[in-house]
């Protein structure tokens, strides 16, 4: 069955540096997001991403945050300047129709320290 | 922010039995509902979704039931097993928000022997 993969499992990156969490959404699907759990809390939206533009985004998605579909396979999140409270799961997720239900990869654990 | 709400953060039930996660939410734009299972180090795992135009949806051992009016949805799984012990989460989204999912806190189940 497809899956999305989504790599590195385990970042860890100094406070202040750029970071890139990569995705590669199913094949086929057009719809593309961004999660992120901090631990004990809910799942929270960040952004979700169709025809090479963003579509939607939440509060949480500020100006240190950017979304890229370089090539036909991955999806990329940046964080410009992380900043401790930038530690979280963060988890992608794509869909074939809007109205699909999303399928999410195994996210990646960024660790800020 | 509190859209989606499910109560019981755990719940203990014998295998063979059925178990019945709970959901309410408050916001009556939403029109679309998914449940997702997770294991430990791994993404959410779609199970079931319903359409606000519907009042269950049955897959297999996994029937979701949607009381519009009482803005409350559950999950009932039967014959429970043991493979299903898992973290429950309900997901809730609007057309008008491109289905960005909002999540509620999840639900630990735990199917005993």
């Known amino acids: 069955e497809p899956e999305v993969t989504q790599t590195p499992s385990h970042q860890v990156t100094q406070m202040g540096q750029e970071v890139i969490l990569r995705c590669v959404p199913i094949?086929?699907?057009?719809?593309f997001y961004w999660y992120r759990q901090i631990l004990g809390q809910k799942v929270e939206f960040l952004v979700s991403f169709y025809n090479n533009e963003i579509s939607e985004k939440s509060e949480i998605f500020d100006d240190q945050f950017s979304v890229e579909r370089p090539d036909g396979s991955n999806f990329t999140l940046k964080i410009r300047s992380t900043k401790l409270e930038d530690s979280a799961m963060y988890f992608c997720a794509s869909s074939d129709r809007l109205s699909q239900p999303q399928h999410f990869g195994d996210g990646t654990r960024l660790s800020i320290l | 922010d509190q859209q989606v709400k499910q109560n019981s953060p755990s719940l203990s039930v014998q295998e063979g039995r059925i178990s019945i996660l709970n959901c309410d939410y408050t916001n009556s734009m939403f029109d679309y509902f998914l449940w997702y299972k997770k294991y430990p180090a791994e993404g959410p795992t779609f199970l079931i979704s319903i359409s606000s135009i519907k009042d269950k949806n049955e897959d297999g051992r996994f029937t979701v039931f949607l009381n519009k009016s009482a803005k409350h949805l559950s999950l009932h799984i039967v014959p429970s097993q043991p493979g299903d012990s898992a973290v429950y989460f309900c997901?809730?989204?609007?057309?008008?928000?491109?289905?960005?999912?909002?999540w509620g806190a999840g639900t630990k189940l735990i199917i005993k022997p």
């Open positions: 094949s086929n699907h057009l719809y």
């Open positions: 997901a809730a989204s609007e057309t008008h928000s491109n289905y960005q999912l909002i």
